[in-house]
């Protein structure tokens, strides 16, 4: 009997180590959707990434010069500068 045991426990302990490969927490198809998540994450960092860094620039340049205040205001706000003339065409 008691040589019928031990390979009984082992086989269930087998079964059960398989079982928890294929479901469960830390199984096969859920770590590869925490690593699809993940790649999805560390797009949108590295896109927010950019637009912080497209955003310290400008702000480093506002503080630097008036080239980028003068180019802001003729753009944005259509200002011109004493004897030029602004001239807008629209589409």
């Given amino acids: 009997m008691r040589n019928r045991l031990i390979?009984?426990?082992?086989?269930?302990?087998?079964?059960?180590?398989?079982?928890?490969?294929?479901?469960?927490?830390?199984?096969?198809?859920?770590?590869?959707?925490?690593?699809?998540?993940?790649?999805?994450?560390?797009?949108?960092?590295?896109?927010?990434?950019?637009?912080?860094?497209q955003l310290e620039a400008e702000v480093r340049d506002l503080k630097e010069g008036l080239e980028m205040v003068e180019e802001k205001a003729r753009s944005e706000l259509g200002m011109v500068k004493p004897n030029e003339i602004f001239v807008q065409i629209t589409k």
């Fill in 7 to 53: 390979p009984a426990i082992l086989i269930a302990l087998l079964l059960l180590f398989h079982a928890q490969l294929w479901i469960g927490r830390g199984s096969i198809p859920s770590v590869r959707e925490m690593q699809q998540r993940l790649d999805a994450q560390r797009a949108k960092n590295a896109q927010g990434q950019a637009i912080n860094d």
